[in-house]
C-alpha cells in the first residue's frame, strides 16, 4: 500500500513538472507594474501657467512605476517654463500623480533696447508679447534696473509704500531710484538709507499740503525738497 502512495506521488510530481513553463511566475508580477504605472497628472494652484504646457513637458513619465518617480525628475523637466518658481509633488496611489505649482509673480513692464520684458518677482525677465495681457503694470526704465528691482520692490512693500499708487520706477546706476505716481507725482529716493526715506515719502505723499507737490525730493538726507 505504501510502494502505491510513492507511485502515485511520483507521477503527481512528473506531471507538475512537464506540464509547468517559467512564464507563469511572471503574471503576477505583471499585474502589479500594470497597477502601478503612471496614467495621469493632476495640475492644481497654476494661475499664470498653462496646464497643458505642464503636461507636454512631462510625456515621459506617463507609464513609469509611480513608486519610482522623483520630485527631482519632475523638476529637472519643467525647469524652462517661465513664472514657475517651485513644485510640490503628491502620489495618489496606484496611478495618478498630482503636482502643485507655485508661480512668481510678474512685477512690471521693462523697457530695454527698445524690447518689452515682464520682469518677475525672481528677476526673470520674460517676453512680454507672450503675455501681453499684463499691459496694466508699472513701467520700470534704467539700465541695470532688472538686477535691483526685486530688491527695491521689496523694501518698499517692507515700509508700506501704496505700490498700486506706483505707475513708473526709473533706476539710476549710482543705485538710487525715482517712482512716478498715478497722478503724475515724482518721488526721488536717496542710494542709501532707504528705509527711512520710503517712510518718510509715505508720510508726505499722505499730507495734505504735499498733494500738490509735482515733485518730493529725498536724496539728500534729513532734507526735503519740493517743486
Known sequence: MKKFYRIFLLLILLITLTTF???ELNTFPKKKNFLFK????EIIENQIINKQEIKEKLTDVYGKNIF??????LEKSLKSIEFLEKI???KKYPDTIIIQI???KPLGIFFK????????SSSKLIDFNK????????SIFGDGAEKNFVIFFKQLQNN???IKRINKYYYFQIGRWDIRLVNDQIIKFPPNKMAEAIQKSVELINHQDFKNQNIIDLRIHGKIVVE
Open 113 to 120: 533696447k527698445n524690447q518689452k520684458y515682464l520682469l518677475d
Open 160 to 162: 508700506n509704500f501704496p
Open 102 to 104: 507655485y508661480e512668481t
Open 88 to 90: 510640490e509633488v503628491k
Open 38 to 41: 503612471i496614467k495621469n497628472v
Open 68 to 73: 519610482f518617480v522623483k520630485k527631482n525628475d
Open 131 to 138: 503675455y501681453d495681457f499684463f499691459d496694466n503694470l508699472p
Open 21 to 23: 513553463t517559467p512564464s
